[in-house]
């Protein structure tokens, strides 16, 4: 059974870092593209990053362009997302999505498997 476990997420104020991990029970994995999104409430899940399946492609929403890193180890079947100058507008729930091929771009269509979340909470 797939399964992508979030983990990472907590309370931080508005400045600060946290680093999300993204545990994947997927055989397929180095062969996917990777995804973040979020979803913050009363709004639409929202792209966040991307990353190819061997880690040298990357694509970030304009909004955490700058602050936020993708990265992945496929020898430990994990996705990271690195957040720096977090705001409180970064408060969301955020999942990882494993993409339906090599590359993928910021439609949710394109992924296949989601995580169950993880709360990210920025205060100010």
């Known amino acids: 059974q797939v399964q992508l476990v979030e983990s990472g997420g907590g309370l931080v104020q508005a400045g600060g870092s946290l680093r999300l991990s993204c545990a994947a029970s997927?055989?397929?994995?180095?062969?996917?593209?990777m995804g973040w999104f979020r979803q913050a409430p009363g709004k639409e899940r929202e792209f966040v990053a991307t990353?190819?399946?061997?880690?040298?492609?990357?694509y970030y929403a304009d909004s955490v362009k700058g602050r936020f890193t993708i990265s992945r180890d496929n020898g430990k079947n994990t996705v990271y997302l690195q957040m720096n100058s977090l705001k409180p507008e970064d408060t969301a729930v955020y999942y990882c999505a494993a993409g339906q091929h090599v590359v993928a771009g910021t439609g949710i269509h394109e992924y296949t498997y989601w995580g169950q979340g993880t709360q990210v909470t920025v205060s100010s």
């Open positions: 997927l055989p397929t994995f180095r062969t996917r593209a």
């Open positions: 990353i190819n399946w061997n880690g040298d492609s990357t």
